[in-house]
Protein backbone atom coordinates (compact mmCIF):
# COMPACT_ATOMS: atom_id res chain seq x y z
CA UNK A 1 0.00 0.00 0.00
CA UNK A 2 1.41 3.53 -0.70
CA UNK A 3 1.87 5.57 2.06
CA UNK A 4 1.31 9.87 1.87
CA UNK A 5 2.60 11.87 4.29
CA UNK A 6 1.57 15.54 4.64
CA UNK A 7 4.58 16.79 2.59
CA UNK A 8 3.90 14.88 0.00
CA UNK A 9 1.17 17.36 -1.06
CA UNK A 10 3.84 19.77 -1.80
CA UNK A 11 6.18 17.40 -3.84
CA UNK A 12 6.71 17.76 -7.29
CA UNK A 13 5.70 14.39 -8.41
CA UNK A 14 4.04 12.66 -10.37
CA UNK A 15 0.46 10.66 -9.08
CA UNK A 16 -2.46 9.55 -10.43
CA UNK A 17 -5.42 11.43 -10.73
CA UNK A 18 -7.28 9.19 -8.42
CA UNK A 19 -4.95 10.20 -5.81
CA UNK A 20 -4.81 13.67 -6.29
CA UNK A 21 -8.33 13.90 -5.68
CA UNK A 22 -8.12 12.02 -2.48
CA UNK A 23 -5.33 14.33 -1.33
CA UNK A 24 -7.88 17.92 -2.31
CA UNK A 25 -10.42 16.12 -0.35
CA UNK A 26 -8.31 16.23 2.37
CA UNK A 27 -7.43 19.87 2.22
CA UNK A 28 -4.38 20.12 -0.03
CA UNK A 29 -6.00 22.24 -2.05
CA UNK A 30 -8.14 25.46 -0.83
CA UNK A 31 -11.41 27.02 -2.08
CA UNK A 32 -11.56 30.25 -3.66
CA UNK A 33 -12.12 33.32 -0.82
CA UNK A 34 -15.12 34.83 -1.26
CA UNK A 35 -16.29 38.23 -2.27
CA UNK A 36 -15.98 40.71 0.92
CA UNK A 37 -19.25 41.84 2.08
CA UNK A 38 -17.76 45.11 3.28
CA UNK A 39 -17.66 48.75 1.97
CA UNK A 40 -14.98 51.31 2.43
CA UNK A 41 -15.84 55.15 2.18
CA UNK A 42 -12.81 57.14 1.66
CA UNK A 43 -11.71 60.48 1.46
CA UNK A 44 -14.37 62.49 3.28
CA UNK A 45 -14.14 64.70 6.20
CA UNK A 46 -15.98 63.07 9.08
CA UNK A 47 -17.62 64.46 11.68
CA UNK A 48 -18.06 62.27 14.85
CA UNK A 49 -21.58 63.67 16.16
CA UNK A 50 -19.43 63.48 19.44
CA UNK A 51 -18.53 67.62 19.47
CA UNK A 52 -14.41 65.55 18.63
CA UNK A 53 -12.93 67.62 15.87
CA UNK A 54 -13.69 66.11 12.70
CA UNK A 55 -11.53 63.72 10.97
CA UNK A 56 -10.04 65.09 7.54
CA UNK A 57 -9.65 62.57 4.87
CA UNK A 58 -11.48 59.52 6.89
CA UNK A 59 -12.28 56.15 5.91
CA UNK A 60 -14.64 53.92 7.03
CA UNK A 61 -15.80 50.45 6.82
CA UNK A 62 -19.07 49.30 6.55
CA UNK A 63 -20.37 45.71 7.15
CA UNK A 64 -23.42 44.07 7.93
CA UNK A 65 -24.67 47.58 8.50
CA UNK A 66 -22.89 48.75 11.34
CA UNK A 67 -19.83 50.84 11.76
CA UNK A 68 -16.62 47.85 11.23
CA UNK A 69 -13.44 50.81 11.37
CA UNK A 70 -13.11 54.15 11.19
CA UNK A 71 -10.23 56.75 10.92
CA UNK A 72 -7.81 58.80 8.71
CA UNK A 73 -7.27 57.15 5.52
CA UNK A 74 -3.83 54.97 5.61
CA UNK A 75 -4.57 54.28 9.47
CA UNK A 76 -7.83 51.79 8.18
CA UNK A 77 -6.97 48.58 7.20
CA UNK A 78 -9.50 47.74 3.98
CA UNK A 79 -10.86 44.54 3.91
CA UNK A 80 -9.45 42.08 1.10
CA UNK A 81 -12.18 42.32 -1.63
CA UNK A 82 -14.00 45.34 -0.39
CA UNK A 83 -15.81 47.28 -2.63
CA UNK A 84 -14.62 51.49 -2.41
CA UNK A 85 -16.54 54.17 -2.55
CA UNK A 86 -14.27 57.61 -3.11
CA UNK A 87 -15.73 60.23 -1.48
CA UNK A 88 -13.00 63.38 -1.89
CA UNK A 89 -14.49 66.58 -1.26
CA UNK A 90 -17.43 65.42 0.63
CA UNK A 91 -18.39 65.83 4.25
CA UNK A 92 -19.98 62.98 6.50
CA UNK A 93 -22.11 62.88 9.56
CA UNK A 94 -24.50 61.28 11.30
CA UNK A 95 -28.05 61.28 10.18
CA UNK A 96 -30.46 63.51 12.17
CA UNK A 97 -32.95 62.34 15.13
CA UNK A 98 -36.10 64.40 15.41
CA UNK A 99 -37.85 64.09 18.65
CA UNK A 100 -40.66 65.71 18.84
CA UNK A 101 -42.76 64.86 15.89
CA UNK A 102 -46.45 64.56 14.79
CA UNK A 103 -47.34 61.89 12.22
CA UNK A 104 -50.23 60.35 10.55
CA UNK A 105 -52.11 57.34 12.21
CA UNK A 106 -52.91 55.22 9.24
CA UNK A 107 -50.24 52.69 8.86
CA UNK A 108 -49.52 53.38 5.21
CA UNK A 109 -49.49 57.02 5.25
CA UNK A 110 -47.28 56.84 8.75
CA UNK A 111 -44.52 54.72 6.54
CA UNK A 112 -44.68 57.39 4.03
CA UNK A 113 -43.94 59.86 6.56
CA UNK A 114 -40.67 57.79 7.98
CA UNK A 115 -39.60 57.27 4.48
CA UNK A 116 -39.46 61.31 3.30
CA UNK A 117 -37.90 62.29 6.39
CA UNK A 118 -35.25 59.19 5.67
CA UNK A 119 -34.79 60.97 2.10
CA UNK A 120 -34.39 64.15 4.01
CA UNK A 121 -31.10 62.34 6.49
CA UNK A 122 -33.54 61.78 9.21
CA UNK A 123 -33.16 58.21 10.20
CA UNK A 124 -35.59 58.57 13.67
CA UNK A 125 -38.53 60.28 14.75
CA UNK A 126 -40.73 60.65 17.79
CA UNK A 127 -44.34 61.21 17.81
CA UNK A 128 -45.27 62.79 20.90
CA UNK A 129 -48.77 62.65 22.67
CA UNK A 130 -51.43 61.63 19.68
CA UNK A 131 -50.73 58.01 18.66
CA UNK A 132 -53.98 55.70 18.93
CA UNK A 133 -52.79 53.32 16.58
CA UNK A 134 -50.83 49.94 16.98
CA UNK A 135 -47.31 50.64 18.28
CA UNK A 136 -45.80 47.54 17.21
CA UNK A 137 -44.32 48.99 14.16
CA UNK A 138 -41.83 50.34 16.18
CA UNK A 139 -40.23 46.90 15.90
CA UNK A 140 -39.91 46.78 12.61
CA UNK A 141 -37.04 47.19 10.12
CA UNK A 142 -38.77 49.24 7.04
CA UNK A 143 -36.32 49.75 4.21
CA UNK A 144 -35.41 53.17 3.25
CA UNK A 145 -37.59 54.70 6.23
CA UNK A 146 -36.49 56.48 9.55
CA UNK A 147 -37.23 54.56 12.85
CA UNK A 148 -40.51 55.20 14.72
CA UNK A 149 -40.74 55.51 18.35
CA UNK A 150 -43.95 57.22 20.62
CA UNK A 151 -45.32 58.55 23.38
CA UNK A 152 -48.70 57.05 22.51
CA UNK A 153 -51.64 59.15 23.93
CA UNK A 154 -50.51 62.21 26.00
CA UNK A 155 -52.18 63.73 29.20
CA UNK A 156 -53.68 67.32 29.65
CA UNK A 157 -56.13 69.09 31.33
CA UNK A 158 -59.72 69.43 30.11
CA UNK A 159 -59.58 71.20 26.73
CA UNK A 160 -62.79 71.28 24.84
CA UNK A 161 -62.88 72.35 21.87
CA UNK A 162 -59.11 71.09 20.88
CA UNK A 163 -58.04 67.38 20.50
CA UNK A 164 -59.94 64.96 22.51
CA UNK A 165 -57.23 62.00 21.55
CA UNK A 166 -55.09 63.05 24.77
CA UNK A 167 -55.95 62.02 28.06
CA UNK A 168 -57.98 64.71 30.01
CA UNK A 169 -57.68 64.12 33.35
CA UNK A 170 -59.05 66.21 36.66
CA UNK A 171 -58.18 63.75 39.35
CA UNK A 172 -54.81 61.64 40.70
CA UNK A 173 -56.14 58.51 39.97
CA UNK A 174 -57.55 59.44 36.70
CA UNK A 175 -53.73 60.81 36.26
CA UNK A 176 -51.99 57.79 37.35
CA UNK A 177 -54.44 55.05 35.04
CA UNK A 178 -53.82 56.96 32.63
CA UNK A 179 -50.06 56.22 32.71
CA UNK A 180 -50.67 53.13 33.44
CA UNK A 181 -52.53 52.44 30.02
CA UNK A 182 -49.55 53.71 28.45
CA UNK A 183 -47.34 51.75 29.88
CA UNK A 184 -49.11 48.78 28.99
CA UNK A 185 -48.82 49.59 25.64
CA UNK A 186 -44.80 50.31 26.57
CA UNK A 187 -44.73 53.80 25.06
CA UNK A 188 -41.45 55.20 25.12
CA UNK A 189 -41.95 58.18 27.02
CA UNK A 190 -45.05 59.87 28.46
CA UNK A 191 -46.38 63.19 26.85
CA UNK A 192 -47.99 65.90 29.13
CA UNK A 193 -49.47 69.68 28.34
CA UNK A 194 -48.87 71.84 31.37
CA UNK A 195 -50.37 75.27 29.31
CA UNK A 196 -53.76 77.12 29.65
CA UNK A 197 -53.55 78.03 25.68
CA UNK A 198 -53.66 82.11 26.29
CA UNK A 199 -56.06 81.76 29.36
CA UNK A 200 -58.57 79.79 27.58
CA UNK A 201 -58.52 76.10 30.00
CA UNK A 202 -57.26 75.66 33.37
CA UNK A 203 -53.90 73.45 33.07
CA UNK A 204 -52.73 70.68 34.48
CA UNK A 205 -51.89 71.57 38.16
CA UNK A 206 -48.98 70.82 39.95
CA UNK A 207 -50.61 67.56 41.80
CA UNK A 208 -51.47 66.34 38.92
CA UNK A 209 -48.38 66.00 36.90
CA UNK A 210 -46.84 65.41 39.85
CA UNK A 211 -48.41 62.32 40.41
CA UNK A 212 -48.10 61.71 36.39
CA UNK A 213 -44.35 61.65 36.89
CA UNK A 214 -44.02 60.08 40.10
CA UNK A 215 -46.65 56.45 38.56
CA UNK A 216 -44.16 57.12 35.44
CA UNK A 217 -40.74 56.50 37.09
CA UNK A 218 -42.57 53.63 39.02
CA UNK A 219 -42.83 52.24 35.44
CA UNK A 220 -39.16 53.25 34.31
CA UNK A 221 -40.87 55.64 31.60
CA UNK A 222 -39.84 59.09 31.36
CA UNK A 223 -41.68 62.29 31.26
CA UNK A 224 -41.80 64.75 28.81
CA UNK A 225 -43.31 68.19 29.39
CA UNK A 226 -45.06 70.52 26.97
CA UNK A 227 -45.07 74.43 28.37
CA UNK A 228 -44.96 78.09 27.55
CA UNK A 229 -44.60 79.48 31.08
CA UNK A 230 -41.49 79.79 33.64
CA UNK A 231 -42.81 79.09 36.42
CA UNK A 232 -44.41 76.17 35.04
CA UNK A 233 -41.23 74.76 33.97
CA UNK A 234 -39.76 75.65 37.62
CA UNK A 235 -42.55 73.20 38.92
CA UNK A 236 -41.63 70.67 36.40
CA UNK A 237 -38.32 70.52 37.47
CA UNK A 238 -39.19 70.20 41.28
CA UNK A 239 -41.27 67.50 40.32
CA UNK A 240 -38.65 65.52 38.64
CA UNK A 241 -39.84 65.92 34.72
CA UNK A 242 -36.95 64.19 32.35
CA UNK A 243 -37.43 66.97 28.89
CA UNK A 244 -38.63 69.60 27.86
CA UNK A 245 -40.56 69.29 24.53
CA UNK A 246 -40.85 73.06 24.11
CA UNK A 247 -38.44 76.06 25.44
CA UNK A 248 -39.65 78.73 27.96
CA UNK A 249 -41.77 80.93 25.96
CA UNK A 250 -43.65 84.06 27.85
CA UNK A 251 -39.88 85.16 29.98
CA UNK A 252 -37.01 85.24 29.80
CA UNK A 253 -35.32 82.61 32.00
CA UNK A 254 -34.06 83.47 35.76
CA UNK A 255 -31.90 82.78 37.94
CA UNK A 256 -34.13 80.00 39.87
CA UNK A 257 -34.59 78.06 37.17
CA UNK A 258 -30.62 78.01 36.32
CA UNK A 259 -30.30 76.48 39.41
CA UNK A 260 -32.97 73.82 39.29
CA UNK A 261 -31.34 72.69 35.61
CA UNK A 262 -28.09 72.68 37.23
CA UNK A 263 -29.55 70.72 40.06
CA UNK A 264 -31.31 68.47 37.57
CA UNK A 265 -28.41 67.42 35.28
CA UNK A 266 -30.02 65.17 33.30
CA UNK A 267 -32.70 66.87 31.82
CA UNK A 268 -33.29 67.44 28.38
CA UNK A 269 -33.86 70.38 26.41
CA UNK A 270 -35.80 70.21 23.33
CA UNK A 271 -36.57 74.11 22.02
CA UNK A 272 -38.63 73.72 19.30
CA UNK A 273 -37.87 77.10 18.10
CA UNK A 274 -40.87 78.99 16.67
CA UNK A 275 -40.43 81.04 13.08
CA UNK A 276 -37.91 83.53 13.22
CA UNK A 277 -39.67 86.30 10.86
CA UNK A 278 -36.89 86.58 8.76
CA UNK A 279 -36.93 86.86 5.16
CA UNK A 280 -35.80 83.68 3.97
CA UNK A 281 -34.64 81.84 0.37
CA UNK A 282 -36.66 78.19 0.25
CA UNK A 283 -34.98 77.59 -2.63
CA UNK A 284 -32.99 74.96 -1.51
CA UNK A 285 -36.39 73.15 -1.37
CA UNK A 286 -36.45 73.16 -5.57
CA UNK A 287 -37.02 70.10 -7.19
CA UNK A 288 -38.21 68.04 -3.96
CA UNK A 289 -41.68 69.90 -3.37
CA UNK A 290 -44.21 70.54 -6.38
CA UNK A 291 -43.95 74.01 -7.28
CA UNK A 292 -47.03 75.41 -5.93
CA UNK A 293 -46.29 74.27 -2.73
CA UNK A 294 -42.32 75.88 -2.39
CA UNK A 295 -44.10 79.19 -4.02
CA UNK A 296 -46.41 79.48 -0.96
CA UNK A 297 -43.43 78.63 1.47
CA UNK A 298 -41.45 81.48 -0.22
CA UNK A 299 -44.45 83.71 -0.19
CA UNK A 300 -44.81 83.06 3.73
CA UNK A 301 -40.63 83.63 3.89
CA UNK A 302 -41.04 87.42 4.88
CA UNK A 303 -39.79 89.45 7.53
CA UNK A 304 -42.56 89.88 10.60
CA UNK A 305 -41.49 91.69 13.32
CA UNK A 306 -43.91 90.29 15.99
CA UNK A 307 -42.78 86.81 14.87
CA UNK A 308 -38.90 88.17 15.35
CA UNK A 309 -40.16 89.32 18.79
CA UNK A 310 -41.61 86.33 19.90
CA UNK A 311 -38.67 84.02 18.60
CA UNK A 312 -35.82 86.28 20.54
CA UNK A 313 -37.58 85.35 23.52
CA UNK A 314 -36.68 82.08 22.81
CA UNK A 315 -33.30 82.23 21.43
CA UNK A 316 -32.22 84.38 24.35
CA UNK A 317 -33.66 81.13 26.78
CA UNK A 318 -32.11 78.70 24.87
CA UNK A 319 -28.69 80.62 24.24
CA UNK A 320 -28.29 81.03 28.34
CA UNK A 321 -29.34 77.67 29.03
CA UNK A 322 -27.45 76.06 26.20
CA UNK A 323 -24.12 78.11 28.00
CA UNK A 324 -25.18 76.94 31.31
CA UNK A 325 -24.68 73.22 30.16
CA UNK A 326 -27.69 72.29 29.74
CA UNK A 327 -28.48 69.30 27.23
CA UNK A 328 -30.33 70.07 24.62
CA UNK A 329 -31.86 67.85 21.48
CA UNK A 330 -33.68 68.65 18.52
CA UNK A 331 -37.12 68.63 17.99
CA UNK A 332 -40.01 70.39 15.30
CA UNK A 333 -43.14 69.89 15.83
CA UNK A 334 -45.91 68.69 12.80
CA UNK A 335 -45.29 66.52 10.45
CA UNK A 336 -42.83 68.79 7.91
CA UNK A 337 -39.48 65.78 7.08
CA UNK A 338 -37.24 68.24 5.80
CA UNK A 339 -38.29 70.76 8.86
CA UNK A 340 -35.13 69.68 10.67
CA UNK A 341 -32.52 71.26 8.87
CA UNK A 342 -34.69 74.65 9.75
CA UNK A 343 -34.68 73.94 13.55
CA UNK A 344 -30.48 73.91 12.88
CA UNK A 345 -30.34 77.07 11.09
CA UNK A 346 -32.51 78.60 14.08
CA UNK A 347 -30.62 76.60 16.84
CA UNK A 348 -27.38 78.67 15.45
CA UNK A 349 -29.23 82.12 14.89
CA UNK A 350 -30.18 81.90 18.49
CA UNK A 351 -26.57 81.45 19.50
CA UNK A 352 -25.83 77.90 19.07
CA UNK A 353 -22.09 76.81 17.34
CA UNK A 354 -22.59 74.75 14.11
CA UNK A 355 -21.24 71.87 15.94
CA UNK A 356 -23.13 72.20 19.08
CA UNK A 357 -26.02 71.86 16.91
CA UNK A 358 -24.98 68.97 15.08
CA UNK A 359 -24.60 66.95 18.43
CA UNK A 360 -28.05 68.00 19.38
CA UNK A 361 -29.52 66.90 16.76
CA UNK A 362 -27.75 63.49 16.49
CA UNK A 363 -25.87 62.20 19.33
CA UNK A 364 -28.19 63.45 22.54
CA UNK A 365 -31.18 63.09 20.27
CA UNK A 366 -30.26 59.87 20.00
CA UNK A 367 -29.60 59.55 23.37
CA UNK A 368 -33.65 60.88 24.30
CA UNK A 369 -34.74 58.07 22.32
CA UNK A 370 -32.67 55.60 24.12
CA UNK A 371 -31.25 54.48 20.53
CA UNK A 372 -27.82 53.31 21.96
CA UNK A 373 -26.77 52.07 18.13
CA UNK A 374 -27.31 55.77 16.80
CA UNK A 375 -26.65 59.00 16.80
CA UNK A 376 -22.43 58.82 16.49
CA UNK A 377 -20.65 57.42 14.35
CA UNK A 378 -18.55 54.58 15.85
CA UNK A 379 -17.44 51.00 15.91
CA UNK A 380 -20.45 48.94 16.39
CA UNK A 381 -23.50 51.38 15.77
CA UNK A 382 -25.47 51.12 13.00
CA UNK A 383 -24.59 52.77 9.56
CA UNK A 384 -26.62 55.67 9.51
CA UNK A 385 -25.10 58.95 8.21
CA UNK A 386 -25.30 61.90 5.42
CA UNK A 387 -22.88 62.45 2.88
CA UNK A 388 -23.00 66.31 1.95
CA UNK A 389 -21.42 68.67 -0.74
CA UNK A 390 -19.97 71.10 1.65
CA UNK A 391 -19.30 71.17 5.63
CA UNK A 392 -22.21 72.08 8.24
CA UNK A 393 -19.48 73.11 11.02
CA UNK A 394 -18.66 76.27 8.79
CA UNK A 395 -22.30 76.61 7.62
CA UNK A 396 -25.35 74.87 9.11
CA UNK A 397 -27.23 75.31 6.25
CA UNK A 398 -24.50 72.86 4.56
CA UNK A 399 -26.76 69.67 6.59
CA UNK A 400 -29.25 70.14 3.42
CA UNK A 401 -26.91 69.62 0.60
CA UNK A 402 -27.27 66.24 0.66
CA UNK A 403 -25.44 63.99 -1.62
CA UNK A 404 -27.03 60.72 -0.42
CA UNK A 405 -28.42 59.10 2.81
CA UNK A 406 -27.12 55.73 4.07
CA UNK A 407 -29.81 53.75 6.69
CA UNK A 408 -27.82 50.68 8.08
CA UNK A 409 -25.39 50.77 5.19
CA UNK A 410 -28.11 51.22 2.47
CA UNK A 411 -28.28 53.92 0.26
CA UNK A 412 -31.71 55.44 0.62
CA UNK A 413 -33.43 56.08 -2.62
CA UNK A 414 -34.42 59.86 -2.69
CA UNK A 415 -35.66 59.36 -6.15
CA UNK A 416 -38.87 59.96 -5.20
CA UNK A 417 -38.33 63.65 -3.98
CA UNK A 418 -37.83 64.92 -7.63
CA UNK A 419 -40.89 66.31 -8.69
Not at 9 to 18: A, I, Q, S, T, W
Not at 239 to 267: Q, S
Request: glycine share 8%; hydrophobic share 40%; proline share 5%.
Amino acid sequence: MLEMSPKSCFEGVMVPLLLLGVLANHGCESSPTPDSTAVVFEGARLIVGDGSPPIENAAFVVDGGRFDQLGPTGEVEVPRGANRVDLTGRTVMPTVIDTHVHLNQERDALIEDLRARARYGVSAAMSLGRDTRDLSIREEEISGAARFRSAGVGITSPEPGRSEIPYWVTTEEEARQAVQEQAARRVDIIKIWVDDRNGQYKKLSSELYGAIIDEAHQHAIRVTAHIFALEDAKGLLRAGVDAFAHGVRDTDVDEEVIELFRDRGDVVLVPNLPNRGVATDMSWLSGFLPPDELEELQAAAVDNPDAQATFAIQARNLARLNAEGVTVALGTDGNTPWAPHIEMEDMVAAGMTPAQVIVAATRNSADLLRLADAGTLEVGKRADFLVLEANPLEDITNSRRIVSVYLKGEEVDRSAMTQ
